[in-house]
């Protein structure tokens, strides 16, 4: 079965444009013109990725952001006129995985999806997964899959590479910056604020207790570490 990509985008010229390119690219491709088809898409269909803009009628790309957060954790790519900073923390804030602005080339929409494609890696070789295990976390590397206990934990990519990377070397502090450029492999992510956000959300999907973290540390003043005692 090939990669699904949902483009939402109400400018048809800018829509059909980006379907053709894609599916001369292999992806099967679906689209839609506002928020609410693109939620029914998604439920219908998950697809891997979607390409979402930010201005659509009905419910805009936040709230669509956020919806599709609520019901599942696909690769979201948010395409915007926008070009200020603070407009890309807030997508990434409310979920976006990568952000592109336009007008944009086709082909940087390609790398971006190919990209966000190799940090959803899913095992499509066959071999092993490595695998860490870390009190009762058991984190999967090849299908970016996370449990806790018998429990699948419902992970975004970046929540899962930040995860990923912290858990591999219990007791190592990483900056926010170390972080930032890790999980999203972009300079233009430069406010610290985002790690924040998405290290807020992961414990709350991770923790007994968000508010007394265990897994995943605060180190005042520069980071965040794995709690070294979860070392298996």
Known sequence: MGIKVLVVEDEEKILSLVETFLQREGYDVLTAKDGAAAVRLYTENKPDIVILDWML??????????????????????????????????????????????PFSLRELAARIRSLLRRMNRGENGGPDNVLR?????????????????????????????????????????????????????????????VDSHI????????????????????YGFGYRFGASHEN
């Open 134 to 194: 870390r009190g009762d976390l058991t984190i999967y590397e090849e299908s970016l899959q996370a449990f806790k206990g018998n429990q699948e934990l419902r992970l975004t990519p970046t929540e899962f590479k930040l995860l990923h990377l912290l858990a591999s070397k219990p007791g190592r502090v990483y900056s926010r910056m170390q972080l930032l450029q890790h999980a999203f492999e972009e300079e233009f992510v430069m406010d610290e604020r985002t």
């Open 200 to 219: 807020s959300k992961l414990r709350k999907k991770i923790e007994d207790d968000p508010n007394h973290a265990v897994y995943i540390q605060t180190v």
């Open 57 to 102: 009628p009905q419910m805009n790309g936040l709230d669509t952001c956020r919806r599709l957060r609520e019901i599942g954790e696909p690769g979201i790519i948010m395409v915007t006129a926008k070009n200020e900073e603070t407009d890309k923390i807030v997508g990434l804030e409310m979920g976006a995985d990568d952000y592109l602005t336009k």
